[in-house]
């Protein structure tokens, strides 16, 4: 029986597509748009919200939501129906950031939930969708974990002190960057100064951040292009306390495309850790 993918989840059609299934897939959501191409497929999800806010007006809507509904999305059950779908592709790790398992637990079809919140759990994930989509990862995840080597050798060398990074993924209210991203610090030659790896996301007091002052920071708030990070970067650099920071006073602010990058625990994830280890090592922190 032919395979009829609809993937509800952006790494999830990442991974679909790393592992030569592109043509099967036959829906997306409204958050897919790699590889190229895959916006032409029809879209099977909504936001209950305007995306097109800024950092704290997508909070408040999201809070809102959440007091009335159980999930951030809609996803359009008829169009999914009428695509026929052997396989969903969706996650279990976040309410907010994507289409959840509840959302789709009814639709009928065989369902692949993602759950990763390590990079190990990323290799687990990607083997365990090749595994329900009858496809062989082997050879990807082979080659993910030699790049990702490469990262950690390139950043092993040198006995310098080990520059504390400050990785923030929502910037208004303040959240630091949990689950996978500590470990891409830690890979790059860094010390992660908030959240730990293998748990969620925390929300970060603006006084944790000043007393922490780190040598880098690196701004990926989830679901932001470059763009619309720089449009909301006066919610930082308006703070009390912005300016005198080490990272601000030496020129080390990075910001970075969460939304394509650091937030999509897929193939990507590794050229995430190649991104991280270019902007530590062109601002001289290297180890």
């Not at 279990?92 to 789709?104: I, K, M, N, P, Q």
């Not at 010390?191 to 293998?198: K, N, Q």
């Not at 006084?207 to 470059?226: H, N």
Request: hydrophobic content about 45%; some cysteine; proline content about 6%.
């Amino acid at each position: 029986m032919k395979r009829r993918i609809v993937s509800l989840l952006p790494s999830a059609t990442e991974i679909v597509c790393a592992l030569g299934l592109r043509d099967d897939l036959v829906g997306r959501s409204h958050e897919c748009d790699f590889p190229p191409g895959v916006e032409r497929l029809p879209v099977c999800t909504a936001p209950r919200i305007r995306v097109d806010g800024n950092s704290e007006e997508i909070h408040a809507a999201v809070t809102a939501v959440l007091r009335d509904h159980l999930s951030v999305y809609d996803v359009h059950e008829d169009l999914v129906r009428s695509l026929d779908p052997t396989h969903i592709v969706t996650q279990t790790v976040c309410e907010v950031c994507a289409v959840s398992l509840r959302d789709v637990a009814t639709l009928g079809p065989e369902v692949i939930a993602l759950s990763a919140v390590t990079l190990e759990g990323i290799f687990e994930d990607i083997a365990r969708v090749a595994a329900a989509l009858e496809a062989d990862s082997r050879a990807l995840i082979a080659s993910l974990r030699a790049r990702l080597g490469n990262v950690c050798g390139a950043a092993a060398l040198g006995g310098a002190p080990r520059p504390t990074v400050a990785a923030i993924e929502w910037l208004s209210p303040l959240m630091a960057a949990g689950n996978w991203v500590p470990e891409l610090i830690e890979i790059v030659g860094g010390v992660s100064a908030f959240g730990e790896a293998g748990r969620h996301s925390p929300w970060l007091d603006w006084d944790d951040l000043v007393a922490a002052d780190p040598d880098m920071i690196v701004l990926m708030p989830c679901g932001f292009s470059i763009e619309k990070t720089r449009a909301d970067l006066h919610f930082l650099t308006e703070r009390d306390g912005w300016s005198s920071l080490r990272a601000v006073r030496n020129g080390r602010v990075v910001i970075t495309d969460g939304s394509q990058y650091f937030n999509r625990p897929g193939p990507r994830i590794v050229e995430s850790a190649e991104i991280l280890a270019k902007a530590v090592a062109q601002l001289g922190m290297a180890r």
